[in-house]
């Protein structure tokens, strides 16, 4: 009798900041002045905590976390501007760049069939001018570097909600998680797979967080980069 196969990766749905993009930590520094702007203190510790999920929601979290009261939502829409008025100017004097290695696994996992979707804690304002400076194109044509973003307003609910991975197999056209492989920096990006059902959950070592930081999320790899994702979607 043959043994049965196990189903081929069809999607591997990758972070941003942290996992494809090195942004030198702008968007922590960017939340926590976004916080200090409304007379609240976020720690290191607080802002890890909220890292890859929405941006808005971070800030109403943080605030919270803070001592201070839930922020209405035009609060929370003058705070969101504070911050992405501090990280394109941070982007700007240190524009962000490719993971060393991410481009080529990105065009590996391409070749081999696989599509590859970037998922973040960004809005679309903010994903897109960042893509266009990395020369990063999306669609699904061999030309482009990667076949979809999805961006925190894209759904009803960021981080750790599985939202963006779902809406990520939606617009590449795969109808099964046990065919998607996530990987992430951050704690909620390996709630995020958990939760969406992910055949592969990997957490990457290339954020601020360490493999002893992400071990004690439910994961199924800890890599050291996303670099080494196509080998073990090879092996699978």
């Not at 890890?48 to 001592?67: T, V």
């Not at 963006?164 to 990006?189: C, L, N, P, Q």
């Not at 999320?217 to 080998?231: G, I, M, Q």
Request: proline share 6%; glycine share 10%; net charge negative.
């Amino acid at each position: 009798m043959t043994a049965p196969t196990s189903p081929r990766i069809e999607l591997a749905a990758l972070d941003m900041a942290g996992t494809t993009v090195e942004e030198g930590g702008a968007v922590y520094d960017a939340l926590a002045g976004a916080v200090a702007s409304a007379g609240h203190a976020a720690g290191p510790d607080a802002i890890q905590r909220w890292m890859g999920a929405d941006k808005r929601e971070a800030i109403s979290g943080l605030i919270e976390e803070s001592g201070g009261t839930a922020p209405d939502s035009e609060t929370v829409e003058s705070l969101y501007a504070e911050f992405r008025s501090l990280l394109r100017a941070a982007y700007d004097a240190n524009p962000p760049s490719p993971i060393a290695g991410v481009p080529d696994a990105i065009a590996a996992l391409r070749a081999s069939g696989v599509k590859v979707a970037l998922t973040t804690g960004f809005s679309r304002d903010i994903a897109e001018p960042l893509l266009k400076g990395l020369g990063w194109t999306v669609g699904p044509d061999a030309a482009s570097t990667i076949d979809a973003v999805v961006c925190a307003d894209d759904v009803a609910a960021g981080r750790p909600a599985p939202y963006m991975i779902f809406r990520a197999m939606e617009t590449t056209g795969v109808h099964d998680v046990a065919r998607v492989a996530i990987a992430g920096d951050t704690v909620v990006d390996l709630r995020a797979g958990t939760n969406a059902g992910a055949r592969i959950v990997a957490g990457v070592a290339t954020g601020k967080l360490t493999h002893a930081d992400l071990a004690g999320e439910p994961h199924t790899h800890l890599l050291a980069s996303v670099a080494d994702l196509p080998a073990v979607i090879a092996e699978m």
